[in-house]
Every structure is written in C-alpha cells, then in structure tokens.
C-alpha cells in the first residue's frame, strides 16, 4: 500500500551521483519523480527519465540499451512514446513503480561498478533540460479543499456567512481546462475578459487588471476506473500516482463578474503551470499524516468519504511556498521575495477523499488525468496561498524589498513556487519548482 514505509526509504541510501547526496537536494535517491525530456539525441519523441540530484536519468534510453538486462524486456519501445500515460495504460500501472526500483538499483552507491558506468551513459544535467508535461492529460478537475481559503474569500464577499452550506459534506471542486495546462517556466500572457469595476454599470473587455496566482497540489490518475463504476475510499490511494505543483492563474475581475451562477469559467481557463516533476506517492510514504481534525461542531464525512486508513493517513505533509520577483526586483539583483508558507496537511478534505467523491457518481476518471486540491492556505496571515487573500482583494497591498507594492500580478512579475517535505529520521525530499511570468497582453 502507499503508506507503507519500507527499504526505499532507509535515509542512509546513497546515490553515486553526488549531488544527490547534498541534503538540500530536492531529488536524492529516495525520491527519483518521474519527468520527460527532449534528449539532444533524439528528435523523434520524448524520453521517460528520473530526477537524480541536478541530474536526468534516462530511463527511456537506459531500457533501449539493456542496462537494465532482462527486467522490462516485455515493454516494446516500437511500441508507442515511452511515457508514464503509456506504461500505466499498456504495461500496467505497478511497471512504473518497478521502473522506478530498477533506477533506484542502478543509482544506489552500492550498485556494482558495470552497472554504475552503464547507468553513467544514460545522465544528462538537469539544468537547461528540455522537458514536457509528463502525463498525457486529458482531464483537469479543480478543488477548493482548504477550509482557510475558502473561509477567507466567502468573507470578503458574505462577511457574516463565509462558508456555503455544503463546504463540510463534499469536497467542492469544478471542471477545469486541459489543453491549457502549460509546463513550469512558460510565459503567462494576461488575459483580456470582461469585467465590471463597481457593482452597477455596464462591463467592459480588456487585458485583466486583477490577475493573480494560487498555490496548490496536482495529483495524477495513475488507475482508472470504468464509466458508472464508483471508487471506494478504501481503493482511493490505488488509483493516485504521484504529485505536481500546480499555479491555477486567476483573473479576479473577470472571475467576480462570471462566475455566478456556475463557476468559474474563462477567469482560469487562460492558463494552468505546472512543475515537471510527478513525485510518487511511494516516495511520499514517510509524509502521511493524519486527515484534517475537524472542530467538534462539524460534521463527519459522510460513510462514503471515511474509513480508518484515510483517518489515520490519508493527509500529506507538503510544505508549499511562493515566491514573487519583479522585472525591478531581477534588473536590481534582488533575490526572489517569499509571500506565503502553507501545508497540504491543513486541507479540510484528503487526496483520496477528492478522487472518490470525484468517481462516486460513476464519472470514470482515466490514466494521467489532473485533480487539483484547490488554493492551499493555513490559518495564519503568511499561509495565504493566493494575493487576493494575503491583500485582502488588493485593500492591504503587499511591500516588497525593491519599494514597490503588489496587490495584484503586474507584467514582468514571476511567481516561483516550491514543495518540500521533511520529517525526523527521514531525507528531505522535494516537488522542484513551478514558475511563470507575466508578459503583457496582446
Ligand atoms: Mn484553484
């Protein structure tokens, strides 16, 4: 099961590629996310690689040159893209995880010296690597999974009545837009939409004057499930490979004049990031923790959203931050400025209790698909996880250590965000990086 902790987690598992040693790694050994890259040697189709220190292993050329003997032999690279929506769907979905063991073997400083030079061939630095969204992703399901954002925005427009009445029975959440999902360090053009700037007259179309981030979780569909064929929470964490970060990018202005009566709409459609890197939830075994410990006055979930293991483990403890540098921060060399930490652990739904909500009608959900937790804020003022919280709708405008101010993104702006987990006796792993930058409108 995916909370098991096991040998793979040892902290005292060392990779001979050095930088994966350094504890500040965000990639050692016990992590190894799956990426896919464009190899200088290959024009014809991304590779399938690991993350090893400031390394790329590739596993798409290490199988083609048998560093790996007899194991994944069966797995014909004539076959198709060599890609985790691939080996899931056609070779099946425990391939990858074994895919990633048999790096694990090779990278160990324990791996016998022909298979260390063998595995040798196949790395490329990881810095200026070409890479691609990683999962074919035909679907993107948006949530809005932590109590303190939603709680902090419905009381800046319902100030006495914040929560709607269904947030503590269902994991709230909205269809969002695949095709617009780009890869962590494309630019982000602003958006023209309509909106309406006091609560009476008539709108207008042009670029975004509000536009704005939000710090979340990704999580991929590694398993589907058939059409009117529920997932039970017990199966939840089965159906769930991995983890990304993901920035939804929100135009305010355009979202406070559409988004009633069914959502949000073209306000976040626009453009998704994401980082490269799909964490696994093995790897994220030492992070579990337990589901949000709600108030006494709340609700529990309904029968269909709990059992004992999602209790006792279903949470995640991701410390997520972001960052902002402006075009005047970079030309002045100053350091990126960090604007909010938060934790997946203070979201008031699980992971697992998203996808089952997601498949309890009988949606069949499908291999690579995206589900995202929604904005994740903690309860304190420095955990809000999007500017329209931490300014309060641009009331309260943020300081910045180049003398300007932000209460929403300006052009030139680039929001860097990151994820790590740490825990006692255990390495430090982390999900990399999503960035993006404001270019001007058309
Ligand atoms: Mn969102």
């Not at 560093?67 to 080996?87: H, M, Q, W």
């Not at 790096?103 to 061939?121: I, W």
């Not at 602003?190 to 309406?196: K, V």
């Not at 949000?292 to 709340?298: H, K, N, S, V």
């Amino acid at each position: 099961m995916t909370y098991e902790i096991n040998e793979t987690h040892d902290p005292n598992l060392k990779s001979w590629v050095e930088s994966a040693n350094d504890p500040n790694s965000d990639f050692p050994i016990q992590n190894l996310p799956f990426c896919m890259f464009w190899s200088d040697d290959d024009e014809d189709q991304p590779h399938l690689a690991v993350a090893i220190g400031d390394k790329l292993f590739d596993l798409y050329g290490a199988i083609g040159a048998g560093v790996f003997g007899e194991r994944f032999e069966d797995i014909d690279l004539e076959d198709g893209v060599l890609d985790p929506t691939f080996i899931a769907n056609f070779v099946g979905p425990t391939a990858l995880s074994e895919l990633r063991i048999a790096a694990m073997d090779a990278l160990s400083d324990s791996a016998d010296q022909r298979l260390q030079n063998a595995a040798a061939e196949h790395l490329v630095p990881a810095s200026g690597a070409d890479l691609e969204i990683p999962f074919t992703i035909g679907d993107y399901t948006d949530f809005y999974c932590s109590i303190y954002h939603a709680t902090n925005v419905g009381s800046m427009f319902r100030p006495d009545n914040p929560l709607m009445p269904n947030y503590k029975y269902i994991p709230v959440g909205y269809h969002g837009r695949a095709s617009s999902i780009v890869l962590s360090g494309t630019d982000i053009k602003r958006p023209h939409g309509q909106s309406r700037s006091g609560s009476e007259g008539p709108p207008a179309f042009g670029p975004s004057k509000n536009l704005d981030y939000e710090m979340e979780l990704g999580f991929f569909v590694g398993k589907g499930n058939d059409l009117s064929t529920p997932i039970g929470i017990g199966d939840a964490e089965k159906h769930i490979f991995g983890v990304c970060l993901v920035n939804d990018w929100s135009a305010r202005d355009v979202q406070g004049w559409e988004y009633q009566p069914l959502g949000p709409f073209l306000a976040k459609n626009f453009a998704t990031s994401i980082s490269p890197f799909v964490v696994t939830m093995e790897a994220l075994a030492p992070f579990r923790t337990a589901a949000f410990e709600r108030d006494t006055g709340d609700p529990q979930p309904l029968e269909y959203l709990s059992d004992e293991q999602n209790r006792k483990f279903g949470g995640l403890d991701i410390n997520l931050e972001v960052y902002i540098q402006t075009e005047k921060m970079r030309s002045e060399n100053i350091e990126p400025f960090r604007l909010s930490r938060s934790n997946t652990k203070d979201l008031y739904w699980t992971i697992g209790q998203m996808l089952t909500h997601h498949a309890s009608n009988g949606c069949n959900l499908q291999v690579g698909d995206l589900l995202a937790t929604g904005t994740v804020s903690g309860k304190e003022k420095d955990e809000r996880g999007c500017l329209l919280e931490l300014t309060w709708r641009g009331k309260d405008p943020i300081d910045l250590p180049s003398g300007e101010q932000r209460r929403f993104l300006e052009d030139g702006d680039e929001i860097i965000m990151k994820g790590f987990c740490e825990r006692e006796g255990f390495r430090r792993i982390g999900l990399g990086e999503c960035r993006g930058r404001i270019i001007p409108a058309n």
